[in-house]
């Protein structure tokens, strides 16, 4: 793809300028497109894995036990003291995300993609 360049946009008329654009904005919705299926497909592969249902399975009961946790506890507790609670309860899903995380398989560089 051709980046613009200014020096050889003066030498050119504007009507290849334009068309040139338009060309560069065809290619770019082209591979935008192409890159979102790439990663759709991905995306499908690897959200259907039995280590991706087993994490997102445990971070939802993580979250609801925790959440449940709080809102029993806030229902007793002085303002600060909520503020305190949910900022804890935040660093525990933190906390709980990272090391779902870092269990999973990394995933591959997206920034070259693949032939179809």
């Known amino acids: 793809m051709k980046s613009h360049n200014s020096n050889s946009s003066e030498s050119r008329s504007l009507p ?3 068309r040139e654009l338009e060309q560069n904005i065809v290619m770019r919705r082209y591979l935008i497109d192409r890159n979102l299926m790439v990663l759709r497909r ?3 592969k690897h ?3 039995p280590q991706a249902l ?3 399975a445990g971070l939802g009961m993580a979250i609801g036990i925790i959440l449940r946790r709080r809102f029993n506890t806030t229902k007793s507790q002085s303002g600060s003291d909520k503020l305190t609670q949910i900022f804890t309860n935040l660093f525990k899903i ?3 995300a990272r090391t779902l995380a870092a269990t999973l398989p990394s995933r591959p560089d997206m920034t070259e993609p693949e032939s179809l």
């Open 42 to 44: 991905d995306a499908r």
């Open 94 to 96: 933190a906390a709980i």
């Open 47 to 49: 959200l259907a894995t």
């Open 16 to 18: 290849e300028q334009i």
């Open 54 to 56: 087993f994490t997102s």
